[in-house]
């Protein structure tokens, strides 16, 4: 039985001579990962213009632009190229390759459209961007039902909730109701509890492979400890808003966070870049949930603490896990050169600038978000350079994908 933690991650090689020919559409990661990647950059550098000089969208807010296409563009980018990618080695089954993916990443390219079109055109680009989660949905469905493991069939209900909070995200975007804010809300945490699952089952995995004497722990109730609290967390959060209840269980999936980085971590991690770039990812998610915590009682600022959970914990794990299995799933070795080291260090520096900055008040507010940005985009621009090669064109080793 094949489990996501034993998604097969390419023999390591150097060919001989270059690989020859484009291979864009041989597998899920490779369109998916290059959108997100065009997308990281070009969508933060857009939304730095506008913000400097703020102007309106057809239908969008330009805060509500920016936090719709990091979420429903940028990050379910990854989310689909990963998916389809690790669903084919769970469970054997084929997922879209060629033509049918080549349409499917056009669909989700013509949802990035979706605010730049005529005002009299909403109706029909809304109905693009909603179309490309049922589609990515049925294109899933299949290989997941079939599959032994059953527990691999929870992504299907994680993105219908994904795909319910767009459709909540539209509806006021078209003017039917005010529930822009709640979708946005149910896409973070549906992101966030789908990284949670997906980093219990391969971070563990990682660590021992990469180092020698490692032995990361598993532990079934703090396993269940973590999505009972997480769950109750973003209920209380929901229904009773600035208060103690969601404040007690934000502690609590801090806490649990914690113990599990604890559980797996080794000195040796730090030693290599492409290991710990996704430990520092779960680092900002404990991070972003003590200062959610603080956030409830009025002790930080709530949309800064938000950024540490969403350019923090999703936007860190998500560039290391795509620098990860776009080395793999192309059969090279797994490592990162100088240049991405520096991507991994920019990342968090943006972090670091748009979380912690503007509390200190040494820079202006304005300030805070054009550095952040500004070393998010030049993160991006050096993944695209260093994986464009890597995404389009063919295994090293020969093989299919």
């Known amino acids: 039985m094949t489990t996501l933690s034993t998604i097969p991650l390419g023999d390591p090689g150097s060919p001989a001579s270059p690989p020859r020919g484009y291979a864009l559409f041989a597998l899920g990661f490779r369109p998916f990962f290059l959108l997100a990647a065009i997308s990281g950059l070009a969508l933060m550098l857009l939304w730095l213009w506008f913000w400097l000089s703020p102007t309106g969208f057809n239908h969008y807010s330009l805060v509500g632009w920016h936090s719709h296409e990091m979420l429903f563009g940028f990050s379910l980018a990854i989310i689909a190229g990963f998916l ?16 049918p993916l080549a349409l499917l990443a056009g669909l989700w390219f013509a949802g990035r459209l979706l605010p730049f079109v005529p005002t009299t055109l909403v109706g029909l680009f809304v109905l693009i961007d909603l179309l490309f989660l049922p589609a990515l949905i049925t294109a899933l469905s299949r290989p997941l039902v079939k599959a032994e493991n059953r527990i691999n069939r929870l992504f299907l209900p994680l993105l219908v909730m994904m795909a319910v909070a ?3 995200y539209h509806l006021e975007a078209v003017g039917l ?7 946005i809300s149910l896409m973070i945490n549906s ?13 563990p995995f990682f660590t021992d492979k990469a180092v020698t004497d490692a032995a990361p722990r598993f532990s079934k109730q703090r396993e269940q400890a973590v999505y009972a609290l997480f769950l109750l967390w973003a209920l209380s959060d929901l229904l009773l808003p600035n208060s103690w209840p969601p404040m007690l269980f934000a502690l ?3 806490i649990t966070q914690a113990w599990r980085l604890y559980d797996w971590h080794h000195p040796q991690i730090w030693n290599k870049p492409i290991l710990w770039v996704l430990f520092a990812g779960l680092v900002w998610l404990v991070v972003g949930f003590l200062l959610k915590a603080m956030a409830q009682i009025g002790l930080f600022a709530d949309n800064l603490a938000t950024h540490a959970l969403t350019a923090g914990a999703i936007g860190v794990t998500t560039l290391g896990m795509m620098a990860r299995v776009a080395l793999g799933h192309t059969g090279r070795e797994i490592g990162a050169n100088r240049v991405m080291v520096l991507a991994f ?5 943006a972090v670091v600038i748009r979380v912690f900055i503007p509390v200190t008040e040494l820079l202006s507010y304005p300030t805070c978000i054009t550095l952040s940005a500004v070393a998010w985009s030049i993160c991006y621009l050096l993944f695209s350079i260093i994986y464009l090669p890597i995404l389009i064109r063919p295994r090293i080793d020969g093989r299919a994908g």
């Open 252 to 254: 609590g999936v801090a």
């Open 191 to 203: 992101i966030l509890l789908l990284l949670i699952f997906v980093s219990g089952r391969v971070l």
């Open 177 to 183: 109701l005010a529930t822009s804010r709640s979708g």
């Open 166 to 168: 767009n459709l909540l």
């Open 84 to 99: 389809l990618t690790a669903v084919r080695n769970w469970t054997g089954i084929d997922t879209p390759t060629g033509t």
């Open 345 to 349: 260090i920019l990342i968090n520096i």
